[in-house]
């Protein structure tokens, strides 16, 4: 008997700890999943828990507060998402719950190109135009010879994401800039592709995952596709397009975001949409070029939480902080001045803006529930 209890006890012990070991529970896009967890470098603290399920899921997860779609229980305190929140989005989450869980905060987590593989016999240096870029994803050209104005007659295989993706979002916010009438801005392919949810070419095929992405696109001949940097070397012409003549680099992804500063006023930084800034036809560096976002509640009910979650904050946004894996996973870290405006608002309060973790005059009494 005195054997069977302390075996009880034990389980009792392990299974309070296993919850404990993961506290804070998250997911969402698939783009930067192995930075975030999984990994010997992988920067979520152990006591994080991460789902790759897509931005899509990501968000409505953490919007909605429920984990069902993490494959967990309780409450979902944060969301990666290369989506980023819509006014919409934002609008209903503060009718909902912002008097009872408190203002929500969207940071950019790091900068992402968002890199276009292929496999085509016979050729090594693929340069293509945002307009060919339409053409192909659009299905306006079916060949490789209607493409490039050659005699190839191998068809065009396009491989896509079918879930909601933020890394479909960012190739259609270019592609709708350059070609507004073959591609709105959607996370979701089908429909940003005009009309939205028109047939899709018999032989172009949906993957769920990043990790899908390049090998599916090395099985067939004549294929291309899109991906996060973290998901194919990214510097070699040889798998990966240059756009515009220019190859998704960490120097070109730098360059085509140097044009957003981070927010400077009262008014702007209490608005999350101005914490996650937008360059849909960069004029300079690589064009497809974008932050991908973390989502947080300012304000949790469990001390706990939000001591961890400020804790994580304060580590990703020092310098060099998170640095080394950031680009050991091939993105590329938001630059300083991002960084010491984070830590101003959301973490010290030395921006006196009242935007920090619990802030005690924001979060007396509220937040994201135990």
């Known amino acids: ?8 006890a034990s389980l009792t012990v392990a299974a309070l700890a296993s919850a ?81 869980f408190g203002p929500l905060i969207q940071l950019p987590s790091v900068a992402t190109s968002v890199a276009i593989p292929y496999k085509k016999a016979g050729q ?23 493409l490039l104005g050659t005699a190839d007659t191998t068809p065009i295989r396009v491989v896509y994401r079918n879930v909601s993706s933020g890394t479909s979002e ?25 009309p939205a949810g028109s047939a899709l070419p018999s032989n172009w095929v949906g993957v769920a995952n990043t990790s899908d992405v390049a090998t599916t696109v090395n099985a067939v001949d004549g294929s291309i596709g899109y991906v ?5 070397d990214a510097t070699s012409n040889a798998v990966v397009a240059r756009v515009n003549g220019v190859q998704p680099t960490s120097l070109n992804v730098t360059l085509a975001l140097s044009s957003v500063t981070p927010p400077s006023s009262a008014v702007d930084a209490a608005d999350p949409s101005k914490w996650s800034p937008v360059v849909a036809n960069p004029t300079s560096g690589y064009k497809l070029a974008a932050y991908t976002n973390f989502i947080f509640g300012q ?52 921006s006196g ?12 009494a509220i937040g994201r529930p135990l």
């Open 1 to 8: 008997m005195f054997k069977r209890t302390l075996i009880a």
């Open 20 to 100: 404990q070991a993961m506290a804070v529970t998250g997911g969402g896009a698939t783009l930067p999943a192995a930075l975030y967890k999984g990994s010997s470098d992988s920067i979520l603290p152990a006591n994080f828990s991460y789902a790759a399920i897509g931005s899509g899921g990501g968000k409505t997860a953490f919007l909605t507060n429920n984990p069902a779609g993490f494959s967990t229980t309780g409450t979902v305190h944060f969301a990666g998402s290369d989506s980023i929140l819509s006014a919409s989005e934002l609008s209903t989450y503060k009718a909902t719950y912002g008097a009872s």
């Open 124 to 146: 090594t240096a693929l340069n293509l135009t945002s307009a060919q870029l339409c053409d192909a994803f659009s299905g306006a050209k079916t060949t490789w010879g209607d």
């Open 170 to 194: 960012i190739l259609s916010r270019h592609l709708n800039s350059v070609c507004p009438t073959q591609f709105a801005t959607n996370s979701t392919f089908t429909n940003a592709r005009l």
């Open 228 to 232: 996060g940097p973290d998901g194919v």
């Open 299 to 350: 304000c949790y009910k469990d001390a706990a939480v939000a001591a961890d979650v400020k804790a994580f904050l304060t580590q990703h946004y020092s310098n060099p902080g998170n640095n080394t894996a950031t680009q050991a996973h091939k993105f590329v870290a938001v630059p300083n001045a991002w960084k010491t405006a984070v830590t101003a608002n959301f973490i010290t309060n030395t």
């Open 353 to 364: 803006n009242n935007l920090d973790i619990n802030n005690a005059s924001v979060c007396n």
